[in-house]
């Protein structure tokens, strides 16, 4: 718990001082939703908020560990952690509380704008909550895996997207049966199971995927 | 050699078809300062990486019995926070609580007492090496692996990190330094590894 709070409270600050960067994401969200509502006037279902959600935390999860690559801030996290589980799960955390979280607070609002009614938004909101940590934890190992490559962007997208399939369509299907008051407690149980699991698993799978990327 | 801090038998690391080195075994015990010497480009700091742990060699191995505290090429700074603050991070990294008392005293020592509240991205390259320096004392570990530490130190700065090690010799560390000149202080010796190229 030492461990997590350490790397939480650090993510965090830097998160803080370089407010610019962290925002691109959110800002990303919010421009393409808000587009997406003056271009097209066919009716769009709550599955295209989910999928620039999913967007948005793509293009953020991708530079995770960059900085601290090149800064050798993660070889100091990996020689000094013991275990290196808690440390990683603070760094993630830190990372969705900056990313996935404003798109969830955020999503009420596009929704709004993008449907002009507020049915289902409750629904909407806790799917993303539950949903977008599993999409950061997945993608982290993506990131990880990509660091040693120097060029992680497009390569992440294309290792994780079919990882983040599922919490799309459990997420999407949520969402689109609240809006029309279909019963939606499955696809929630569900995207809690994947996060869940990948709680448990991912950081293991990323501290893994950061020692072979440290070997070069 | 059972009080050995670390034990290195039958290293080999290759790079592409070249071999750094090979059939490389050394141990460093306590009060020991091991220096590794070589041209640029014989395997210096792989073979730290491989002592510290963050590299595995081809073949061989490596065992640490204690603690290690490793300095390598990438300052281990965040650019965007203080000293103190990434001294404090560290701290915490290794469990313990963060204690401003022996970071403020730690950085003090190795000469950034003024410097402690500036980022790390606004100071000089010379203070920079001297805020990873204080990780030394901020986080103390038996055994020291330091990849060129005197790189971007003035003259002072080189004598800070001779008397740091005769210091950590002293009180029973050892230390494995990859440099190109001796960081012995008076009539102390040091272990020499010689990496060549091509080492059978």
Request: charged content about 15%; proline content about 5%; aromatic content about 6%.
């Amino acid at each position: 718990m030492k461990l997590f709070l350490a790397q939480f409270r650090r993510d965090l600050l830097l998160a803080v001082r370089s407010r610019s960067d962290a925002a691109n994401p959110v800002v990303f969200f919010i421009l393409t939703t808000s587009v997406l509502g003056l271009g097209t006037d066919s009716d769009l279902g709550p599955g295209v908020i989910w999928v620039l959600a999913l967007f948005a935390n793509v293009l953020a999860v991708e530079g995770v560990f960059e900085r601290d690559h090149e800064e050798g801030t993660l070889e100091q996290l990996m020689v000094h952690a013991r275990p290196l589980f808690p440390a990683v799960l603070g760094k993630l955390a830190a990372h969705w509380a900056v990313s996935g979280l404003p798109v969830a607070i955020l999503s009420p609002l596009v929704a709004f704008v993008l449907y002009g009614s507020t049915t289902g938004i409750p629904v909407l909101v806790a799917s993303l909550l539950v949903g977008t940590p599993t999409l950061t934890l997945l993608g982290a190992i993506g990131a990880a895996l990509t660091i040693a490559t120097g060029r992680g962007g497009l390569l992440v997208a294309i290792l994780v997207l079919p990882f983040y399939v599922p919490v799309l369509i459990f997420g999407a299907s949520a969402s689109a049966a609240a809006m029309t008051g279909e019963p939606f407690d499955f696809a929630l149980l569900a995207l809690g199971a994947l996060l869940t699991a990948s709680i448990t698993a991912a950081p293991f799978a990323v501290g893994k995927a950061l020692a072979i990327s440290q070997e070069h | 050699m059972n009080d050995s801090l670390l034990v290195a038998e039958n290293l080999r690391c290759t790079v592409g078809p070249r071999a750094l080195f090979a059939g490389l075994s050394f141990t460093v015990d306590a009060r020991e300062l091991v220096e590794v010497r070589g041209a640029n480009g014989s395997g210096k700091s792989t073979l730290l990486r491989c002592l510290v742990g963050l590299a595995e060699p081809e073949s061989g191995d490596v065992r640490r019995r204690v603690e290690v505290q490793y300095l390598g090429h990438r300052s281990g700074n965040s650019g965007r926070m203080t000293p103190v603050e990434n001294l404090q991070w560290l701290a915490g990294l290794r469990g313990g609580e963060p204690d401003r008392g022996s970071v403020d005293h730690a950085l003090v020592r190795v000469g950034l007492g003024d410097a402690r509240h500036e980022m790390c991205d606004s100071l000089s390259a010379g203070q920079q090496r001297r805020a990873t320096l204080a990780r030394l004392l901020v986080a103390p570990a038996a055994l020291w692996i330091l990849d060129e530490p005197l790189t971007s130190l003035d003259d002072a700065g080189v004598e800070l990190v001779v008397e740091l090690i005769a210091e950590h010799r002293a009180r029973g560390g050892g230390a494995v330094c990859a440099t190109h000149r001796t960081l012995t202080a008076g009539s102390a010796s040091a272990r020499v590894v010689a990496l060549s190229q091509g080492t059978p």
